[in-house]
C-alpha cells in the first residue's frame, strides 16, 4: 500500500522561504513530482522527478523551486525561495507513473497514480 505524507506546509512573508517533504512508505519508483491547488484553481505541476535527467519545473517556479529527492530516506523535497502570494495553495506529493510520456505529462496530474493529503503554504504580501 503507497502512502505519501506530507510536510513543511506553513505561513510565510512574500520573499521567504519553505521547505516541503513527502515522505513515502510503499513505493520505491521513480516517478514523483509535487503540484499545487489553489481555492477555485485546478491542480497544476510545480515539479517533478523522473529519476534520470533534469527535473521538470513549471515556468511560474522556475529558478525559485527546487525538487530533490532522498532515495535513502524515500522521502521527496520542495525547496521553495522567494516565495510569492499567488504561491498560496494546498501543495500535494503525487508518486508512480499512471500513463503517457515522461516528455509531454510530467507536469500533469492525470500522470499520477498515488496522492498524499496535502499540506498548505500560505504567502502574505
Known sequence: QVQLVES???SVQAGGSLRLSCAASGYSGNYMGWFRQAPGNEREGVGAVNGGGAPRYADAVKGRFTISR???KNTLYLQMNGLKPEDTAMYYCAAAWARGSWSAGAL???SYKFWG???QVTVSS
Open 8 to 10: 513543511g506546509g506553513g
Open 70 to 72: 532522498d532515495n535513502a
Open 108 to 110: 500533469d496530474f492525470d
Open 117 to 119: 493529503q496535502g499540506t
